[in-house]
C-alpha cells in the first residue's frame, strides 16, 4: 500500500497535521494510532480548557480532539486504529499490526512521528524506599478513576502540581479520597494558577513548593510517604521531613515517546508525575491544556 | 503423602523440584508467595558466573562451574533468555592486577574454560567505554547473562508438566517430625511428606529451626540497582565487573539479556530478607563506583531501582546437607552468589544427596523436557504475520516500550503455574520492563488478568499479597 503521508499517533499533533496534509493538497493520508479511538492524551483529560485559542471556546480533552476528527471526517483521511507500528524502515515503509487486517507494511513518501510523550517513572527520577503497589503515574491514575470507574488510593499524596496534577487533585478529593498534599520540586508550581485556586485551595489541599519525595515506605501497598524541603540545588534538606500517612501517590513526568525506528523526530516536552497516595512532579510540565497543542507543534515530517 | 516436600521456589527450590520430577515421585514444592521466582530470584545481577571466583575444592567452585554448564543446554531446551557475552574482571593498580592474576589461577583450577590476563589497552579495544584508569583485567568468555526470574519458571513449569506440583501461598510455618515422615503445617493447610528439601534463601535457617537444627545462620545482606534504558544497553558488551574484595565482587555495568543496561550492586548487612527497599546512600555508592569502571553511564536513563537480599551465612562455603537435627531433612541453605549460575547442579546434587539419604529413585518413561514460549517481537515478519493471522490476539501490542502483545499475556496465563498479579505478568513476557514501567500497559494487564481468570479487577494484585491496587469504585463506577 502506497501513501503520501503516513501519520503515526493520531492525538492533537497527528489530527492536526493530517488535517492539515490535506487542506494542502496531499491526497492519500493515513492516520495510525495505537488506541481504540483518535484523541490521544486528551481523551484522559476530562477537565475543561481546551481550544480557548484554537476554537475560540473552552471544550474537555475529548470534546477539543471530537471537533479535529469531525474536521477529518470532512477528508479522506484513513484512519487505522487499535493498531501499533514496530518498525519505520530507512525506505520509509511502515511496518504495523492489528487485530483485523493483521501485519502490514506501508510505504510512505512521508511519515510523520507524532507519538506524543511518555510519563517518566519514579525510576527515572531514582527515590529510595520500597517498591509497594500505590504508586501510579498519573496517566494510570487517570485511567483507572476516569475509565475504568475505580479509584486507586483514598489517601494521595501528589508529586509535581502541573495541571494534570492538580486536577486530578480535585478529581480523587471529589470521589472521596483525601489528598494530603501536592509537592513540588520547583519553588513555583507549574500550573494554571487558576487550577490551584479551584483545584487545591478550594479543597484545602496544600501545595508543598521547594519539596521532594525522599523515601516510600510500605511493603504491599504504599503506607508512608516521606518529603523533604530541597535547597536551592534541588538537594533535600536533613531535618525537613515531613511524613505521610498514605497509601497512593501519583507522580507525572513527561518524557518524548521514541518511534520503533532510529530516526526519531520529537519535540521535548515537560515532566511532572503525580501518585495516588503521594505524587510529585518537577521540571518543565506537560503542555497547559489551554494552549493549542496541534498546530503550535507541528509534528516534523521525516524525510 | 509426599515423597519430598521441597519449601521454597525460587531458583534453587525449582531447579530441584525440576529434577526430581523425572523420577516416579510425589513431589510438591510450598512456596510462601503468589508467584515462584519472588526472592532473591527475582533481584540480582543476572549473571552467570564463569567460576573464577569461589574457591578451588569448595562446593561453591564445583557447582558453579558445573551449573553453568547445565544452564547452557537448559536455557536453550526451556526458552529462556540467555546470552553468553564473557566477562572481565578490571584492575587500576598493580595490587588489583595481584588479584586478577589470583583469578587466573583459581579460575583454572576451577576448571574455568579460555581465561585471559589482558592490559588495559587490550581491554578498552575490546569494550572502548572502560575507563582509561584501568591497567588490565580478567577476560572469562564463558559468563553469560539470564533472565533470573525466567529460569526459574521455566524450571518450575517444567517440573509441573511432568507431574510436580507447586504450591503458592503456602509458608511453611512450623514442621512436626513423624515416624519416617514430617508434617509441615503451611498457610495453605497441612502437608505430609517422606523427605524435606529446604530451599527457603535467606530464611533457610528459620526453616532448619523448625525441625530444632541450627548449625548454619544466614546474615542477609542488600545489594542495590539501577536498571537503565534501551538507550544504554549497549553501552557495554560484556559484564564489567571491579575487582572483588571482602564484601562481594564489587560494582558492575552489564547489558541484560532484555536489553537495557544493570549497574550495582552494593553490599550491606540487613535484618530481613523484606529489606529490599533502596536507600539514597546505597544507590549514591553504586553509582560512584560503577563510573570509575564505564565513566559515561548516564544515570539521567535509569528507569527503576531495585534491591536484592543474598543468603550470606557464618559458612565459608554453601550448605548442602542433610541437617543433623533431622535424617531426610536437606538443607540447601547460604546459598548467596554465584546461586544462580549453580542452581542447575545444585538441583542434581539435591538428588543425589536425597538418594544417599535412602530415597529410592526410578526414571519416568517420559519426561517432558521443553518449553515452547511465544516472544512476538524476536520473530520475523514472516512469522509475525502469520501469527497474527492465526490468532489476532498478536496483533495487539499491549507494552509499547516491550512489544509485548496480548497473545503472549493470554500465553502465560494459561500455563502451568498461573501468574496471579501484573508483576507476575511482567516476569512471564516482560510487560511493563520498559522505559514507562507500566505506566501505560498496567491498567491493560490488569484488564486481561481479570477477563482470563474471571476474577473482579479489585482482586487482582500488584505483585504480593496485600499488593492491591484499587481501593473502591468511583461514584460512577458504582
Ligand atoms: C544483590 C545480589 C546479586 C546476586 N548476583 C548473582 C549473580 O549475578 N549470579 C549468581 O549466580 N548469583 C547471584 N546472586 C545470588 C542468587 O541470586 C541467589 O543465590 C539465588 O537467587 C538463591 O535462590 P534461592 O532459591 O535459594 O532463594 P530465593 O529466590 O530467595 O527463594 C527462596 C524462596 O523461599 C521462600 N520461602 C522462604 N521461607 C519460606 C517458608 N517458610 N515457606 C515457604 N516458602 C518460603 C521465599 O518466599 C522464596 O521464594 C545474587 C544475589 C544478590 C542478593
Redesign the interface.
Given at each position: 500500500m502506497k501513501y503520501d503521508v503516513i501519520i503515526i499517533g493520531g492525538g492533537p499533533a497527528g489530527l492536526a497535521a493530517a488535517c492539515s496534509a490535506s487542506e494542502n493538497g496531499a491526497k492519500k493520508i493515513v492516520i495510525i494510532e495505537r488506541d481504540k479511538e483518535l484523541g490521544g492524551i486528551l481523551n484522559q483529560c476530562i477537565h475543561n480548557g481546551f481550544g480557548l485559542h484554537y476554537f475560540k471556546e473552552e471544550l474537555t480533552g475529548p470534546e477539543y480532539a471530537g471537533r479535529f476528527v469531525e474536521m477529518l471526517r470532512k477528508t479522506d483521511v484513513e484512519v487505522k486504529l487499535d493498531t501499533m507500528v514496530l518498525e519505520v524502515s530507512p525506505d520509509k515503509t511502515v511496518h504495523c499490526i492489528n487485530t483485523k487486517e493483521g501485519y502490514q507494511a506501508l510505504e510512505g513518501k512521508a511519515v510523520v512521528l507524532s507519538m506524543g510523550c511518555r510519563e517518566r517513572t519514579r525510576g527515572a527520577i531514582a527515590i529510595p524506599g520500597d517498591r509497594p503497589a500505590g504508586i501510579f503515574t498519573a496517566g494510570a491514575a487517570q485511567r483507572y478513576v476516569n475509565m475504568e470507574g475505580w479509584m486507586c488510593g483514598k489517601r494521595v499524596v501528589i508529586l509535581g502540581s502541573g495541571d494534570i496534577g492538580l486536577i486530578m487533585a480535585r478529581r480523587m478529593t471529589l470521589e472521596g479520597a483525601k489528598v494530603l498534599a501536592c509537592v513540588e520540586l520547583c519553588p513555583y508550581s507549574n500550573g494554571l494558577n487558576r487550577n490551584i485556586v479551584q483545584c487545591l485551595n478550594d479543597y484545602d489541599i496544600p501545595l508543598y513548593l521547594s519539596h521532594t519525595i525522599t523515601d516510600i515506605q510500605g511493603k504491599e501497598r504504599v503506607e508512608k510517604v516521606v518529603v523533604s524541603k530541597v535547597d536551592e540545588n534541588r538537594a533535600p534538606i536533613p531535618g525537613s521531613e515531613i511524613v505521610f500517612d498514605c497509601d497512593t501517590w501519583s507522580s507525572r513526568i513527561w518524557r518524548p515517546a521514541s518511534p520503533a525506528s532510529s530516526a526519531a523526530a520529537t519535540w521535548s516536552t515537560s515532566t511532572t508525575w503525580w501518585t495516588s497516595s503521594p505524587r510529585k512532579a518537577c521540571g518543565p510540565e506537560p503542555p497547559p491544556p489551554s494552549t493549542p497543542p496541534a498546530r503550535k507543534r507541528e509534528a516534523p515530517s521525516w524525510r | 503423602m509426599y515423597d519430598v516436600a521441597i519449601i521454597g521456589c525460587g531458583i534453587i527450590g525449582a531447579a530441584t523440584a525440576y529434577e526430581l520430577s523425572r523420577y516416579d515421585l510425589a513431589v510438591v514444592a510450598l512456596e510462601a508467595q503468589n508467584d515462584v521466582a519472588d526472592g532473591t530470584t527475582k533481584a540480582n545481577s543476572a549473571i552467570l558466573h564463569a567460576g573464577y571466583d569461589p574457591e578451588p575444592g569448595t562446593k561453591m567452585a564445583r557447582l558453579n562451574v558445573e551449573g553453568v554448564r547445565l544452564a547452557k543446554d537448559l536455557c536453550e531446551k526451556l526458552s529462556v533468555e540467555r546470552k553468553e557475552i564473557g566477562s572481565f574482571v578490571l584492575a587500576f593498580t598493580d595490587e588489583e592486577m595481584k588479584t586478577v592474576h589470583t583469578l587466573f589461577d583459581r579460575g583454572n583450577q576451577n576448571g574455568v574454560p579460555g581465561l585471559k590476563v589482558l592490559t588495559g589497552d587490550e581491554v578498552r579495544a575490546m569494550e572502548p567505554a572502560i575507563s582509561t584508569e584501568v591497567v588490565g583485567a580478567l577476560y572469562a568468555p564463558s559468563a553469560a547473562i539470564v533472565s533470573p526470574w525466567e529460569f526459574c519458571i521455566a524450571l518450575a513449569e517444567t517440573a509441573v508438566r511432568n507431574g510436580a506440583e507447586v504450591r503458592l501461598s503456602a509458608r511453611v510455618e512450623s514442621i512436626e517430625k513423624k515416624d519416617g515422615s514430617f508434617l509441615l503445617h503451611t498457610a495453605a493447610g497441612d502437608v505430609e511428606a517422606k523427605y524435606v528439601v529446604n530451599a527457603a534463601g535467606v530464611d533457610a535457617d528459620k526453616v532448619h529451626a523448625m525441625v530444632g537444627g541450627h548449625t548454619f545462620r544466614t546474615l542477609p545482606n542488600r545489594g542495590e540497582y539501577?536498571?537503565l534504558d534501551k538507550a544504554q544497553g549497549e553501552l557495554v558488551n560484556k559484564v564489567v565487573f571491579q575487582c572483588p574484595n571482602k564484601d562481594g565482587k564489587g560494582v558492575l555495568v552489564a547489558p541484560t539479556v532484555h536489553g537495557n543496561l544493570i549497574v550495582g550492586p552494593n553490599a550491606e548487612g540487613v535484618e530481613t530478607a523484606?529489606d529490599?527497599?533502596?536507600?539514597?546512600a546505597?544507590?549514591a555508592f553504586v553509582r560512584k563506583m560503577s563510573v570509575k569502571s564505564v565513566p559515561s553511564v548516564n544515570?539521567?536513563d535509569?528507569?527503576?531501582?531495585?534491591a536484592g537480599v543474598r543468603a550470606n551465612s557464618d559458612q565459608p562455603d554453601f550448605i548442602i546437607e542433610e541437617s543433623p537435627a533431622a535424617k531426610g531433612f536437606i538443607n540447601l541453605g547460604g546459598i548467596k552468589s554465584p546461586g544462580l549460575s549453580s542452581a542447575p547442579a545444585i538441583g542434581v546434587e539435591a538428588v543425589e544427596l536425597l538418594r544417599s539419604c535412602g530415597l529410592s529413585l526410578r526414571k519416568k518413561e517420559t519426561f517432558i523436557d521443553t518449553r515452547k514460549r511465544t516472544v512476538f517481537r524476536h520473530l520475523s515478519?514472516e512469522d509475525?504475520?502469520k501469527l497474527?493471522?492465526e490468532n489476532?490476539?498478536?496483533?495487539?501490542?499491549i507494552c509499547?516500550c516491550e512489544?509485548v502483545t496480548e497473545g503472549e499475556i493470554v500465553e502465560a496465563i494459561h500455563r502451568p503455574i498461573v501468574p496471579r498479579s501484573i508483576d507476575a505478568i511482567k516476569r512471564r513476557c516482560n510487560a511493563g520492563m520498559g522505559?514507562?514501567?507500566?505506566?501505560?500497559c498496567?491498567?491493560r494487564v490488569h484488564?486481561i488478568l481479570s477477563r482470563e481468570l474471571d476474577l473482579p479487577?479489585?482482586r487482582i494484585?500488584?505483585?504480593?499479597?496485600?499488593?492491591?491496587?484499587?481501593?473502591?469504585?468511583?461514584?460512577?463506577?458504582?
Open positions: - | 539501577f536498571l523484606e529490599v527497599n533502596n536507600t539514597a546505597g544507590l544515570f539521567r535509569s528507569i527503576r531501582n531495585f515478519p509475525k504475520a497474527v493471522k489476532p490476539l498478536y496483533g495487539r501490542v509499547r512489544t522505559r514507562c514501567q507500566g505506566g501505560f498496567g491498567p484488564e479487577l479489585d494484585l500488584m505483585d504480593e499479597e496485600g499488593s492491591y491496587i484499587l481501593t473502591q469504585p468511583t461514584k460512577e463506577g458504582k
